[in-house]
């Protein structure tokens, strides 16, 4: 019974936290279609801090977005993890590793652009030729981080749903829809580092239309884990009341 208990607590948090998520992702999809050309592709240029001067707020709000968002769906991995079954308890235990590890990074990743980023703007706005010229060498952020912090969760979400392929228990589409949103994030981290900027629009309308639909089903699904789990608790409580009370009974 405390196993269940347990297991109906993390889902009732997993699903809150995929709420919680869903929301963030689609306004950073949001933030993100604001953004130009030149801050999207994370090359510095003068270009790029020209258009910061516009974008800053925007660009401060969605980072904040995304701390919020990896630090939500670590709820959402532990709210899987919990719900695996026997056989694929080895596979899920390393990816939800990798997927924690990646939404950590993001965090990480997050905080340092949106501490680092504006500085540098404000530096290269006031700064001389010579320290404009050492901030477009040395850049403003190193897209290459998208790797872990977009393709570890990425990963996560693809495994992940080719393992919940043959669970009965699981909508199809549900599954569908995150093995979709891991290509996503894999697709990305290729059109960041590479600099592709269609693309980074392209995978950013999808997610603008799959994130909210995954996010809320999977909160809702989770929620009817937690409660038809909390049930089965009831049920058993009230069967050891009417077994005590039936040795009671006995006894007179």
Known sequence: MIKLQRKASICKIGAYCAFVAGICYSLIVCCAFLSPASIASYVTSPQYFEDFKSYRYIFIFLKALMIIANASFVGVVIAFHS???AKNY???TLFSAIAIIGF???VFQSVLDM???PYLATQYALGSDVVKEVIIALGVANPAIYIIS?????IWFVFVSIMAIDNPKIPKLLVFLGFMWGVGNIVTVFA??????WLIYLVAFGALCAAPIWSIWEGLYLLRISDDLQAEI???VDQYLDDKNSE???DY
């Open 150 to 154: 977009l393709g570890f969760p990425g």
């Open 192 to 197: 960041h580092v590479v600099v592709i900027i």
């Open 83 to 85: 719900l695996v079954r």
């Open 90 to 92: 080895g596979k899920m």
């Open 234 to 236: 009831q049920l058993k």
């Open 115 to 117: 501490t680092m980023v």
């Open 104 to 106: 950590g990074v993001g």
């Open 248 to 250: 009671t009974a006995l």
